[in-house]
């Protein structure tokens, strides 16, 4: 998009919230020109590369970014993304990590077609999990990174000491990270220099409200210590289902309510409980435009709101909308997901009374920025090349 959009920018993601405010009237040089599948076709001693894995509860992603020092000195230039992923996520081979690692080997043969052999030796491989490997018994996450980590040292890549982790949840929604992103996507290297203190606000983070954790929460699994021979039951959910849900190495039971109330209001009261007083209200909500990512795009494209590859541009009483149309009509509605429902509902209860937003609140709802895939993960590269010396 090259037209400015607003005077806010807020970053919407699956576990955190990060938000900027600045004035966008420029469009970027690279715009339009570089694919997330493509990298420059001249490549010399000021092009330096990063890869970055982001191993999520859902799937492991890997970002291979192109950057170029034009000028000693100063900072390096964004020149492109190359962007695969592999589902599941790691933490689904919690009892076979050597399996798991095995993933992220596949995703490395990517970055090994992408890059040069000249620029391996130098270009840094890092692996960062997040909610997945979170919830896992610590003996069996490390137990994951450890085969991940012994991937990487037979790579030809450059494989820092702190190689592979699991990431701190305030990082990943921090001004390290996803603010550095976005800051990198429309920041200072798109203006040649640094925008108006005054147009930057601070970010937030919020753990536990990715829709995984909210699920669980709005379940009441979270409050239950130990799950065995439990069933966990919701007005979000079809009244005959019975299933069960391994998140995180525990299996949950859950289903629907047999006898009561089922459908749109006593769902939403529900998820209320779990965002109601619990997030921060920032002033300028009221007079901003938002992009959002992650499972907001997912959920508006499962319920044909928004093209796939597109994305679109909704409002947030369209959020609610579509939720009512799905809880309201639960027995007959067939979904990919039981949790659609819920899902959607947790949604407009956390963009209403969560942050606050009006039914008329405007929604871009988008997976990239400038052709380069939204989060945590370009931010966190730059950061590691400048704290390994590569990006001077």
């Not at 192109?66 to 933490?91: H, M, N, R, W, Y």
């Not at 040069?116 to 896992?136: E, F, I, N, Y």
């Not at 085969?147 to 702190?162: G, H, Q, T, W, Y």
């Amino acid at each position: 998009m090259a037209t400015s959009w607003g005077a806010a920018f807020f970053m919407l993601v699956a576990s955190c919230v990060c938000s900027t405010i600045f004035h966008r009237d420029q469009q970027t040089w690279f715009e339009g020109v570089f694919l997330s599948s493509m990298c420059p076709i001249n490549v010399s001693t000021s092009t330096l590369y990063g890869i970055m894995f982001d191993a999520g509860s859902t799937g492991t992603r890997i970002h291979v970014y192109t950057f170029v020092q034009k000028i000693a000195g100063q900072l390096p230039v964004l020149e492109g993304e190359i962007f695969d992923s592999v589902k599941p996520g790691l933490s689904a081979f919690v009892d076979q990590p050597k399996q798991g690692a095995e993933t992220v080997q596949e995703l490395l043969e990517v970055a090994k077609d992408s890059i040069p052999r000249s620029h391996w030796k130098r270009t840094p491989v890092v692996l960062k999990a997040t909610a997945g490997l979170r919830l896992l018994p610590e003996q069996k996450a490390q137990a994951l990174l450890f085969e991940v980590k012994e991937i990487f040292k037979k790579s030809p890549f450059l494989v820092p000491n702190d190689s592979v982790s699991i990431m701190d949840g305030s990082y990943e929604g921090g001004e390290v990270s996803c603010m550095a992103t976005v800051r990198r996507l429309w920041g200072p290297w798109i203006w040649g220099e640094p925008p108006p203190k005054s147009h930057f606000y601070p970010s937030f983070s919020y753990l536990g409200f990715g829709l995984k954790a909210a699920r669980l929460a709005t379940l009441g699994a979270l409050e239950t210590e130990g799950t065995e021979g439990h069933t966990f039951r919701s007005a979000c959910l079809p009244r005959w289902l019975e299933a069960e849900w391994i998140f995180g190495g525990v299996k949950y039971q859950y289903g629907g309510i047999q006898e009561g109330e089922v459908g749109f209001e006593p769902c939403y009261a529900e998820v209320l409980r779990v965002v109601q007083g619990k997030l921060h209200q920032p002033d300028e909500i009221q007079r901003s435009s938002f992009y959002a990512f992650s499972y907001y795009y997912d959920r508006a494209v499962d319920t044909h709101m928004i093209d796939y590859e597109k994305g679109g541009i909704l409002k947030v009483e369209d959020f609610e909308r579509k939720a009512k149309e799905v809880c309201d009509n639960l027995e007959n509605f067939t979904s990919g997901s039981p949790f659609l429902c819920m899902d959607l509902s947790y949604i407009t209860a956390l963009l209403k009374d969560g942050f606050g937003f009006a039914d008329s609140t405007v929604l871009q709802l988008t997976k990239k920025v400038n052709n380069i895939e939204t989060g945590w993960a370009l931010g966190a590269t730059f950061h590691l090349l400048q704290s390994l010396g590569v990006s001077h």
